[in-house]
């Protein structure tokens, strides 16, 4: 796997990929961002690796610079349930960031290869408190983005029938991860991932997928489905920007 991340012969980190503007840093000036890649580690990830395990103390953060990824909960039965997807640009560990030493609340895992920045908790903490716009960041994100996300998700399930809440983050997915192929919008994702996020048993949503590849609406691999008509599965304007990115490769 190619890392566009910009490394010294000495394996320093001098830059970023080339378009990658993570969120987490918006607001610092050149020199500030330079001193903080500096001191990251560079880290190359497997795919199906599991990177942070639920319950383990929150040691380090983490920027995906590359690959595709996810974050999962146990639940009390034994089953795994993502809760958030990731890809290129976001973080996570963040609870490293917290002044107190606080557990990683989920498990991250890969879902294909890929790069990232690791920093230590003592160090990404004397940035944090040397540029106070960096915890204003990591606020503004988890209130809109993993905190959207969930409350969406709880309403989906509280007010939705099954086959719109799972047309709905199919097509949320595709917005977030997917990656525009010919002919629609590839999106990392198998039956069980959509079932567990959707609270839906994975036999409906083995049915109504089938449904929709006889209707043309989408193509079923394994691990993965291309979205190829998101207009088709009754979402509303949420299928516009899927439906443009159909067309941008079509």
Known sequence: MNCNCKLSLSRRVEGLPDGLSPRIFAGLGRSALAEILARARHQRFTGASVVINEGDAAEHLYLLTSGQGAHSVITRDGRKIL???????????????LSSPSPYV????MHTPGCGLVWNRQTIREF????????????SIAATEHCAWQLSARISIGTEE???????????????????????????VANEDLAGATAV?????????AEWQRAGIIIK??????????????VGNEAKEATDMRRSVA
């Open 201 to 209: 048993t994975p036999y409906t949503v083995s049915r109504l997928t």
């Open 221 to 234: 691999k394994r691990g993965r489905i291309i979205l190829r008509r998101p207009e088709q599965l009754g």
């Open 83 to 97: 809760v958030y997807w990731l890809t290129a640009g976001q973080v996570f560990g963040g609870m490293a960031m």
């Open 106 to 109: 989920a498990s991250t895992e």
């Open 128 to 139: 944090a408190m040397r540029y106070p716009i960096i915890l204003d960041n990591a606020l």
């Open 162 to 188: 099954a086959s719109v809440r799972v047309a709905r983050l199919l097509v949320s997915l595709a917005c977030g991860i997917g990656k525009s192929v010919p002919g629609g919008v590839e999106i990392l």
